[in-house]
């Protein structure tokens, strides 16, 4: 962390704590929308709702909002929030929520991997283990799955890599190119381009014949309000704070505390948490470690 104010110091982790609470219950969210929705309604929704929440910050700070850098907005909606949402619906129908938090802590070595090739961030010997470590975890989770057994078939966990490529994409935009800008005014103007297309795809889905007659349709729905309000709305603003007052990496540190949230998560939910899922969550997370050591 970069700012050596002892007071902002203790508030920038007090909200890598609080964002890291979030972001780690949403996995199982995920998994009960998933109960009554497919994945591709699911992920509309939360993206939809999201977008609603943002409307009246948008025309508050619209005259805020700096459109020569739309490319940028546009760029934070998609990576940020748009195509992870698909894809971790879509991953989490055929791998555990735990399974997905622990490798959502592939995002700080992405974040890294991108400041290299793209944003001319320093490179050294040390991040290149980092990031080797951490893959490493990846494989492990990539090999022994959902149950702990041997399984190199389950390619739905690259899906959830994808994800964090985006993740990492979105936070490097940020820290970047959008430092002047107030970190709610960024969201706001981030989410509502989505809203429309968002609209008009879930009106052409089954949504409202599955909210009328599935048993689990209005648990479900309150699941994903929950994630859309919490994991999507209030955390994308706080991460983006965060991004913009501390830097892009140390913001993405968030991964250390949510897998181990999703992990208690699934625990409580009855998941299979095995030898193999705490290896290589602690790869990966020794392999962020490494790469942030001498920074």
């Keep these: 962390m970069t700012n050596t104010d002892n007071s902002v110091d203790l508030k920038g982790w007090g909200a890598l704590f609080l964002l890291s609470l979030i972001w780690g219950s949403s ?21 939809l709702i ?7 910050i948008f025309f508050i700070r619209y005259k805020d909002i ?9 760029t934070v909606g998609l990576a940020g929030t748009a195509l992870p949402s698909y894809l971790f619906a879509f991953a989490q129908t055929k791998i555990t929520s735990s399974v997905a938090g622990v490798l959502n ?6 974040v890294l991997l991108l400041g290299i090739l793209f944003f001319k961030q320093a ?47 979105s936070a490097n935009t940020v820290h970047h190119h959008l430092q002047d800008m107030n970190s709610v005014t960024i969201s706001a ?5 989505l809203g429309i297309p968002a609209l008009l795809y879930l009106l052409t889905t089954d949504f409202f014949t ?4 599935h048993e689990a349709a209005t648990i479900s729905l309150l699941y994903i309000i929950l994630l859309s309000l919490a994991s999507t709305v209030m955390a994308s603003v706080l991460f983006f704070q965060l991004v913009k007052k501390t830097n892009a990496v140390f913001a993405s540190l968030v991964a250390y505390f949510i897998p181990v949230i999703a992990l208690l998560w699934g625990a409580i939910d009855g998941e299979p ?9 602690a790869l990966i997370l020794i392999g962020v470690y490494v790469t942030k050591r001498k920074e």
């Design 189 to 193: 103007a981030a989410f509502i381009p």
């Design 273 to 281: 948490i095995t030898l193999f899922h705490i290896i290589g969550m």
């Design 105 to 110: 802590s592939l995002t700080p070595l992405f």
């Design 123 to 169: 490179f050294s010997g040390a991040k290149l283990l980092g990031v080797l470590i951490g893959l490493i975890g990846a494989v492990v989770l990539v090999a022994f799955g959902n149950e702990g057994a041997l399984q190199f078939g389950n390619w739905y966990v690259f899906l959830i890599i994808l994800a964090t490529i985006f993740y990492a994409t």
């Design 27 to 47: 996995f199982i969210l995920i998994k009960k929308g998933l109960v009554a929705y497919p994945p591709e309604i699911m992920a509309t929704l939360r993206i």
């Design 210 to 213: 599955i909210f009328q007659t």
């Design 66 to 74: 700096d459109w020569s850098k739309f490319k940028y907005l546009i």
């Design 50 to 56: 999201a977008c609603i929440a943002f409307v009246p």
